[in-house]
């Protein structure tokens, strides 16, 4: 287990992603801030899987469950962001029954995420070439 928030970084292509989603087109982001953003990131999943698990040690569990995160972020005062993460989850479980009733689906879908993740990872590795070019 890291014993500080800075032996736990989350993978740079998976922030700048994130960071690309939530700005509008043409605003730019220095690398200062990506690192201050991922940081960030790092220390809210430390405390929300921290708070999480006090939950699941008041049950008496060693599993952390969707229950406990859902705890954690009310009590962590996200309560605006528990609604969209229960109706995320419950999309998420539909999609995984629909991939376990159809192993032909399960191939196309897998076949089809893995392209999805190779034409991202080139996109991502040309931007950050180009932001080290700038």
């Given at each position: 287990?890291?014993e500080?928030?800075?032996?736990l970084?989350?993978p740079?292509?998976v922030?700048?992603r994130?960071i ?11 690398k ?7 940081r ?8 929300a ?5 006090n939950?699941a040690?008041?049950g008496?569990r060693k599993?952390?469950?969707a ?10 005062e ?5 609604t969209?993460?229960k ?7 539909k999609?995984d ?6 192993p ?20 991502e590795?040309q931007?950050e ?6």
């Amino acid at each position: 287990m890291a014993e500080r928030p800075e032996d736990l970084n989350l993978p740079n292509a998976v922030i700048t992603r994130i960071i690309k989603e939530a700005l509008p087109d043409g605003v730019n982001i220095s690398k200062e801030a990506r690192s201050a953003i991922s940081r960030a990131a790092s220390v809210f999943v430390l405390y929300a899987t921290s708070c999480a698990n006090n939950f699941a040690m008041k049950g008496k569990r060693k599993t952390l469950n969707a229950s406990d995160v859902l705890s954690a972020m009310e009590e962590m005062e996200f309560q605006r962001f528990v609604t969209p993460l229960k109706e995320a989850l419950e999309e998420q479980k539909k999609k995984d029954k629909d991939k376990k009733t159809d192993p032909e689906e399960q191939d196309k879908s897998r076949d089809e995420d893995n392209e999805e993740d190779e034409e991202r990872l080139e996109e991502e590795e040309q931007n950050e070439e180009e932001e080290v070019d700038n």
